[in-house]
């Protein structure tokens, strides 16, 4: 486990952030989740736009693309780890703490390489199960930054109320996506997934997806539903970086579809394999 920190790599452990990194007080940071499947990266380029994205948003000096592409191939090369998740986080920097921007700071680089565990096998044979939760994040849901503490206690509340994950709903009724993942519904023969909003992130795994679907001819809308729909709905799937294609069963108490993983879920989860392989 190792992690690089602007432009050195070292052992995870050792790696140090000062304590006035405005990442750390103010949550004043970029970040991205590459997962390496089978050795191999999968959508770097994808990614990278995105975090581009992130840091035109918060106004950060723009992003040395090559220099991060590169780092990202470096430290999973030399972690060695076949199925790994490399963590990326870029600050403001370091400065004394005041809200306004410092004036003359440099962009810290931090990135980590890990292990992702595998997918507990009976999240796939028998679906997870899932709560619903009023959405209480900022409203720039669509740029990756490290402000997760709505993500963070909604997936805790989910945990100790038995389930695997929670969905946020809007305040308008709209089924939006997960705590760490984006969200489909199956009715039928066609899909449906929120559109692209400052309400949801534009998951990777999302655009891979839709993708595969408009190549094998599956209808997918991308339109708003409500909680309502979704629990009539023949299956319902979480899909992310490290969740994959996620069958989900039950939610807040109510069985979806048979109540069992339906075939849409595996043929997605298939297609994402073969694309990984
Ligand atoms: N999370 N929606 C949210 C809120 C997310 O945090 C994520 C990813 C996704 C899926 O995006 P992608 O397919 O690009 O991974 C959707 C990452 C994995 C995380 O926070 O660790």
Redesign the pocket.
């Known amino acids: 486990e190792l992690a690089y920190l602007n432009g050195e790599i070292m052992p995870l452990d050792q790696a140090r952030v000062p304590v006035e990194d405005r990442g750390y007080q103010f949550g004043d940071a970029a970040y991205e989740?590459v997962a390496a499947v089978n050795g191999r990266l999968f959508a770097v380029e994808a990614h990278l736009d995105r975090l581009e994205r992130t840091l035109l948003a918060l106004a950060f000096p723009p992003l040395d693309r090559n220099r991060i592409r590169e780092a990202i191939f470096t430290l999973h090369q030399r972690a060695g780890i076949a199925r790994a998740g490399i963590y990326i986080q870029i600050s403001r920097g370091v400065a004394p703490r005041s809200h306004a921007f410092p004036e003359k700071t440099v962009p810290q680089v931090l990135m980590t390489v890990r292990p992702v565990p595998p997918t507990p096998p009976e999240h796939l044979t028998r679906g997870i199960a899932a709560i619903t939760l009023a959405d209480q994040r900022w409203g720039r849901?669509d740029i990756k930054t490290v402000q997760l503490l709505a993500?963070v206690m909604s997936k805790q509340r989910a945990l100790d109320s038995g389930a695997y994950d929670a969905i946020f709903i809007g305040p308008d009724g709209t089924v939006r996506?997960?705590?760490?993942?984006?969200l489909f519904i199956r009715s039928g023969q066609r899909l449906h997934t929120h559109p692209l909003t400052t309400e949801?992130?534009p998951?990777?795994?999302?655009a891979v997806l839709l993708d595969i679907c408009r190549r094998e001819g599956i209808e997918v809308l991308e339109r708003r539903f409500d909680r309502q729909e979704m629990l009539a709905a023949d299956e319902v799937v979480l899909?992310?970086?490290?969740t994959e294609v996620l069958p989900v069963t039950r939610i807040d108490g109510h069985v979806i579809g048979v109540g069992r993983p339906g075939p849409m879920a595996a043929r997605l989860r298939a297609w994402l394999e073969a694309l990984a392989a």
């Not at 996506?177 to 984006?182: F, L, P, R």
């Not at 998951?203 to 999302?206: E, Q």
């Open positions: 989740f849901c993500n996506e997960g705590t760490s993942s984006n949801i992130l998951g990777i795994t999302r899909t992310g970086t490290v």
